[in-house]
């Protein structure tokens, strides 16, 4: 598992709406705290016995997919829909393009946060 994703543009996909102005504070905010996602990163590498197959999601990318979980009060089903729908949501989580996680992978990564 990778922390962050460096490649990734720090700007979200601007949408004239409350939501894209409240989604581009939090994210402001995480950037300016690094320290969370080495906490994510510990939580998702403490059981983390291989390294093969594809790359997964970034600490950081597991870390903003719970946090828009909550934000949204939304079941897995409906999480795993929009992050593949909405390119706010997926600029938010910092996802790269073919990233499309599935409501199984959420699940087990978000309930690896302790």
């Known amino acids: 598992a990778q922390k962050n994703n460096p490649q990734f543009s720090i700007e979200l996909h601007y949408v004239p709406h ?38 997964g999601l970034s600490a950081e990318s597991v870390l903003r997919v719970a946090l828009l979980k909550k934000y949204l009060n939304c079941d897995y089903d409906y999480l795993s829909f929009v992050l ?23 699940h087990g990564l978000i309930s690896l946060i302790t």
């Open 18 to 55: 409350d939501i894209c102005t409240q989604l581009s504070g939090i994210s402001q905010w995480l950037d300016a705290h690094p320290e969370f996602n080495e906490w994510i990163y510990e939580n998702l590498s403490s059981g983390d016995k291989q390294d093969t197959g594809r790359s």
């Open 84 to 106: 593949m729908d909405s390119l706010l949501f997926r600029d938010f989580c910092r996802l790269e393009a073919n990233q499309r996680p599935r409501r199984s992978s959420l």
